[in-house]
Each structure stands twice: as structure tokens, then as C-alpha cells.
């Protein structure tokens, strides 16, 4: 059974950091691209950053980049997401998921429908 699950959100104020980590069971994140997600009350789910399967490279909305990194560590088979100098729009429920990728395709955030697997969420909130 695949699952995935996120850990590492919470309260914090605008400027301060975070990481979430992505943990799998059941797949090897290692031969999917991993990609972060987020959904703010009100709004549809947005793609902001993945990592393509194979050469590890990274992606960013605009909205995150610079601010935000995302990473993998295919020992603990765990991905990661470094986010810095949060904003009160930051807010939202954030998810992992995984799609299947061929070896040297690039991962796509904003492909949506094409992540198979994905975690239950967790929530950052940043406020003053």
C-alpha cells in the first residue's frame, strides 16, 4: 500500500522558516517526480515545486522561488521543503504527492492530474 505522509507544519510568523518533510511507504520516491503542493482556504490546489526523478532537478512557482527549496534524500526515501521568510499568503494546507516519470523526463508542478499519490496535508499558518 503507498502511502505518503507530511510532517513539519505549524504557526509561525511572517520571516520565519519551516521544513516539511514528505515521508513514503510502499513506493521509492526515487523513480517518481516529487512535487509540493499547496491549497489556501477559498482556493484551488496550486502546484509550487517539484524534483524530476532522475538528475534531481528543481522547479519553483514564482510565488516560492527564492524563498523555498525542495530536496530529496533517497536513503530515508523522503522529500523535503525548505521555506523561508514566510508570508501570511503562505498560508495553506500543504501536500506532497508523487507522479510516475520516465528517467529523463522533467517534472511538472503544474500538472496536477498527472501525481498519483499524495498525502493527507499539513498545515502552515503565518501570522502575526
Known amino acids: 500500500q503507498v502511502q505518503l505522509v507530511e510532517s513539519g507544519g505549524g504557526l509561525v510568523q511572517p520571516g520565519d522558516s519551516l521544513r516539511l518533510s514528505c515521508a513514503a511507504s510502499g513506493v521509492a520516491l526515487g523513480y517518481y517526480a516529487v512535487g509540493w503542493f499547496r491549497q489556501a482556504p477559498g482556493k484551488e490546489r496550486e502546484g509550487i515545486s517539484c524534483?524530476?526523478?532522475?538528475?534531481?532537478?528543481?522547479y519553483y512557482a514564482n510565488s516560492v522561488k527564492g524563498r523555498f527549496t525542495i530536496s530529496r534524500d533517497g536513503a530515508k526515501n523522503m522529500v523535503y521543503l525548505q521555506m523561508n521568510s514566510l508570508k501570511p499568503e503562505d498560508t495553506a494546507v500543504y501536500y506532497c504527492?508523487?507522479?510516475?516519470?520516465?528517467?529523463?523526463?522533467?517534472?511538472?508542478?503544474?500538472?496536477?492530474?498527472?501525481?498519483?499519490?499524495w498525502g493527507p496535508g499539513t498545515q502552515t499558518t503565518v501570522s502575526s
Open positions: 504527492a508523487a507522479a510516475p516519470s520516465r528517467v529523463a523526463q522533467r517534472c511538472q508542478f503544474d500538472r496536477i492530474s498527472t501525481y498519483s499519490y
Open positions: 524534483i524530476s526523478r532522475s538528475d534531481g532537478s528543481t
